[in-house]
């Protein structure tokens, strides 16, 4: 017995009290079974689009030709789909056209997986037509029917096995994997932004090492050109926070940030990692000057970031990473300044004692930047403009 929601169970009675069926799938049924909170709640059923909007208040049409349905209550959004039978698939990504049907099995048939091919109904109980239980029990990823096929109407298939496999920490079934090589030049058929999101969830997972099948399959070779595999292992180590394990990953590749926006990652995503990659290969500070110029251009919890980067890469370097970081704690704590922003003068206070404004104040301020950051106990202004009139 499964506990559903009140809004969920909510949509599934008024469903059935019409004379429809209605059963919740995929991966929140998927979830359940593995235990697993769902993020989202999914809803199939008999009735139409137009039958379903007739029965609620509250809906949007959010793909009416492919049978969904949006059902709003008290603010929470619920797709609700009609069983469908998906045409020819000429483009390896969306079928040409559907058709309703009101047979659940006839439904899960095209679906991807079996572990996503199950639904479920609080009084008819579990269909699973495909044997998704057992997959999921044997830990399992298996195509619904033949896997070229399913790979074949879908390219973006292929990568999402992976995915799951990711995620799930499951094998991926030997026939799935021939398929896959076989068919991977067809990932070039989907657009950069949704490989780039299963891209981004299975780098984030709990097992992104899988990310090394992506070059045994074929499928990197149509995807990206560059990455470590030799040290994925490494990604286990660090934190799920996307920038630092494609940084890890990305360690050796000489323009990273034009890599991840030629894969349609978000400008933010590609500089900090670029970032990231730039101060792995750099040198390390050894003076508590030279972390001050660091600081004034990378942020405090960034550098933190790249130094728990750079401890996961050189386990020997340990001691010298907690040095710097028990250095730039204690410029932090005394308030120390590293930045223009922080000396005890301004522009201002300059062109006041006769220095011209433009260059040269910009010039002066430098200067006396680069006097703190040795002296941090002249950062007063008496003394800043002391110094100045003493030039």
Known sequence: MINLPSHVQFILTTLENAGYEAYIVGGCVRDIIRGVPPKDWDITTSATPLETKALFVHTIDTGLQHGTVTVLLDGFAYEVTTYRVDGKYTDNRRPDHVAFTTDITEDLSRRDFTMNAIAYNPKSGVCDPFGGQNDIDCRLIRCVGDSALRFGEDALRMLRAIRFSAVTGFDIDTSAIDAIKELSHTIKNVSPERIREELGKLITSAHPEKIVMLEETG???????????????????????????????????????????????????????????????????????????????????????????????????????????????????????????????????????????????????????NIVLRNPELNEKAKLIGLISSK
């Not at 990604?235 to 034009?258: G, W, Y």
């Not at 730039?328 to 300044?337: F, L, N, S």
């Not at 301004?346 to 006769?354: F, M, R, W």
């Open 219 to 369: 499928l990197s070779t149509f995807i990206y050109t560059e990455g470590d595999y030799l040290t994925v292992e490494r990604l286990k180590a660090c934190s799920p926070k996307e920038t630092m394990r494609l940084a890890l990953f990305l360690i050796n590749v000489k323009d990273c940030e034009k890599l991840l926006q030629e894969m349609r990652f978000d400008n933010k995503t590609a500089k900090e990692t670029a970032l990231y990659v730039r101060l792995l290969n750099d040198k390390f500070p050894t003076t508590r000057v030279e972390i001050k110029k660091i600081l004034r251009y990378v942020p405090q919890n960034l550098y933190e970031n790249f130094l728990i980067l750079k401890e996961i890469c050189y386990e020997e370097a340990t001691g010298e990473i907690n040095n710097i970081r028990q250095e730039m704690r204690d410029i932090t704590a005394k308030g120390e300044c590293f930045m223009l922003k922080d000396l005890a003068v301004t522009g201002n206070d300059l062109i006041e004692l006769g220095i011209s404004p433009g260059a040269e104040v910009g010039t002066k301020l430098e200067e006396l930047l």
